[in-house]
């Protein structure tokens, strides 16, 4: 069982806009502004779109954006592409000890 | 570019232990940490740990202490990391992954292609 909670699955047409949930708790999400994203297509490397919260690397989409309330981060991407459709993983920091605890992954399809 | 190359696919039996490589390139070797990452089948991903190439320090995931050991050799800029008393349970793609930035970072940019271990006997 991963330490923050990802629905399974989720799915979209071409066009709209998802969001993805990443629920934590006061240990990790809700004490630092520290989660990141990974984009992750079967076969290949994760790939970082997201890092402290909102901040996109250089080279990713701004149709990808970072947000969080409380314990929960969210990771919204608009204007959905047939590309899109991959796993798509959150992460936070916890401290130096466990350094960084992730989500089990949430599916997306486009439909 | 920063490029990491992982070791082969790996096939082991309960019991034994195993040794993955990742080679790096594109950047200078001793100037950032480099992870381990893996993801079991169906499963999430799971941090495994860190090793300062420069030092050579390294910080392991209670989960794992005592039986994961990660090192390095800058004369090749590889870093290794050895899992001894593999499980079935250890089955899973490890990934090296490179922080995003030189100084402290908790986000990697740079990830590996991957080794896949089977444990099975």
């Known amino acids: 069982q991963s330490a923050l909670t990802q629905p399974a699955s989720v799915s979209g047409s071409p066009g709209q806009s998802i969001t993805i949930s990443c629920a934590g708790t006061h240990n990790d999400v809700g004490n630092y502004n520290l989660v990141s994203w990974y984009q992750h297509h079967p076969g290949k490397a994760p790939k970082l779109i997201i890092y402290?919260?909102?901040k996109r690397p250089s080279g990713v989409s701004n149709r990808f954006s970072g947000s969080k309330s409380g314990n929960t981060a969210s990771l919204t991407i608009s204007g959905l592409q047939a590309e899109d459709e991959a796993d798509y993983h959150c992460?936070?920091?916890?401290?130096?000890?466990?350094?960084?605890?992730f989500g089990g992954g949430t599916k997306l399809t486009v439909l | 570019q920063v490029q990491l190359v992982q070791s082969g696919d790996e096939m082991k039996k309960p019991g034994a232990s195993v040794k993955v490589s990742c080679k790096a390139s594109?950047?200078?070797?001793?100037?950032?940490?480099m992870h381990w990452v893996r993801q079991a089948p169906g499963q999430g991903l799971e941090w495994m740990g860190w090793?300062?190439?420069?030092?050579?320090?390294?910080h392991y995931a209670q989960k794992f202490q005592g039986r994961v050991t990660m090192t390095r050799d800058t004369s090749i800029s590889v870093v290794y990391v050895e899992l001894s008393n593999l499980t079935s349970n250890d089955t899973a793609v490890y990934y090296c992954a490179r922080p995003y930035s030189s100084g402290w970072s908790d986000s990697f940019d740079s990830w590996g292609q991957g080794t896949l271990l089977s444990v099975s006997s």
């Open positions: 402290e919260v909102t």
């Open positions: 594109g950047y200078t070797f001793t100037g950032y940490y």
């Open positions: 090793i300062n190439p420069n030092s050579g320090d390294t």
């Open positions: 992460c936070s920091y916890v401290g130096s000890r466990t350094f960084v605890v």
